[in-house]
């Protein structure tokens, strides 16, 4: 069974910094890019940052650059989005997925989800 487990949301100040985890099992780790999208109220799940498994190559949607950093632990078959300088407009629930594409602009090459988590940011 494809499992896709996120922790680490909660809500914190702006200014302020998260870490999401993403465990995951039941697929071959190395064979996807894993990674975050999100979906605040009203809007449509967007791409956060992705990584590729096997070679490391990132994406990282463009409001993110700079703030979010994305790593892989392929020996626990986790992956980390180190969330800092937190914006009250990064204020969603973050899905891990995983895909055929470490370039997750959008979730055309989404094979798994995971359950989300919530992250809410006060101004």
């Known amino acids: 069974e494809v499992q896709l487990v996120e922790s680490g949301g909660g809500l914190v100040q702006a200014g302020g910094s998260l870490r999401l985890s993403c465990a995951a099992s039941?697929?071959?780790?190395?064979?996807?890019?894993i990674g975050w999208f999100r979906q605040a109220p009203g809007k449509e799940r967007e791409g956060v940052s992705c990584?590729?498994?096997?070679?490391?190559?990132?994406y990282y949607a463009d409001s993110v650059k700079g703030r979010f950093t994305i790593s892989s632990d392929n020996a626990k078959n986790t992956v980390y989005l180190q969330m800092n300088s937190l914006k009250p407009e990064d204020t969603a629930v973050y899905y891990c997925?995983?895909?055929?594409?470490?370039?997750?602009?959008?979730?055309?090459?989404?094979?798994?989800w995971g359950k989300g988590t919530l992250v809410t940011v006060s101004s």
């Open positions: 990584i590729s498994s096997s070679d490391g190559r990132t």
């Open positions: 997925a995983a895909g055929g594409n470490y370039y997750c602009s959008n979730t055309v090459f989404i094979d798994y």
């Open positions: 039941g697929f071959t780790f190395n064979d996807y890019a």
